[in-house]
């Protein structure tokens, strides 16, 4: 399917167990990211990757880490679940980086809930 | 560090009337771009429109438009014409560099019969 996928849409996980988000697209996109959206704050970023291998930190990425070895894929890992981890994920893509008018495209998201 | 403040949580606007959210940002920088996105209670994020920095215009997408004011900094959404459809949240977000979002809480918009 073209476009951007997330998988699985729905996860339920305990505290401590690893948990692995996983993030596709089909554009070929440069810039992929990661998002958490809870009640109260809209929607936060994680991590980004402007290609493959290149990845930084957003502004909330304490327990997850990210890797990025193929453009397409784009998954999250949170090492060892806590419950504040407890949130909407979203996927996102675009084809530049630069400051001119891209927009992100985003994925359907998972929900996450930490036990 | 880049701000968005969106101060209307909710938002009642009967169908066929006009309606404007509210959004106020904060960044220090010359270059920016400010987007709104739509979440519908499906989840999915939607993007509405774009106004860039530079942009002497106000943004315009069909029912969309951006009122833009610089120097106050805000970015306002004005959707006319309102249908049932309109029905969600709507996020106001601004372009720290290299696309990376920052976004506001969100207003949610209910449109009446």
């Known amino acids: 399917d073209a476009g951007i996928t997330q998988s699985p849409r729905y996860k339920i996980t305990e505290t401590g167990r690893q948990v692995t988000l996983m993030c596709h697209q089909t554009?070929?996109?440069?810039?992929m990211f990661w998002y958490r959206q809870d009640l109260g704050h809209g929607l936060r970023l994680i991590y980004y990757?402007?290609?493959?291998?290149?990845?930084d930190k957003g502004e909330v990425p304490d327990g997850y880490v990210v890797s990025r070895s193929k453009t397409e894929n784009f998954p999250l890992t949170l090492e060892s679940a806590t419950r504040s981890q407890t949130s909407v994920y979203f996927c996102?893509?675009?084809?530049?980086?630069?400051?001119?008018?891209?927009?992100?495209?985003f994925g359907p998201g998972t929900r996450l809930t930490v036990l | 560090a880049q701000k968005i403040t969106q101060t209307q949580p909710g938002m009642f606007v009967q169908e066929k009337e006009a309606v404007t959210l509210d959004c106020t940002y904060d960044?220090?920088?010359?270059?920016?771009?400010l987007f709104w996105y739509k979440q519908p209670s499906s989840g999915e994020m939607i993007f509405l429109i774009y106004?860039?920095?530079?942009?002497?215009q106000n943004a315009t997408e069909g029912r969309y438009s951006l009122n833009f004011q610089k120097a106050r900094k805000s970015a306002n959404l004005v959707i006319s014409a309102s249908q049932l459809g309109d029905s969600a949240m709507y996020f106001c977000?601004?372009?720290?560099?290299?696309?990376?979002?920052?976004f506001g809480t969100g207003t949610r918009l209910l449109v009446s019969p």
């Open positions: 977000a601004i372009d720290t560099g290299f696309q990376k979002l920052v």
């Open positions: 554009w070929s996109h440069s810039y």
């Open positions: 996102a893509s675009s084809e530049s980086g630069s400051s001119s008018y891209n927009e992100q495209f």
């Open positions: 106004q860039g920095s530079y942009d002497e």
């Open positions: 960044t220090s920088d010359q270059s920016y771009g």
């Open positions: 990757s402007a290609a493959a291998d290149i990845t």
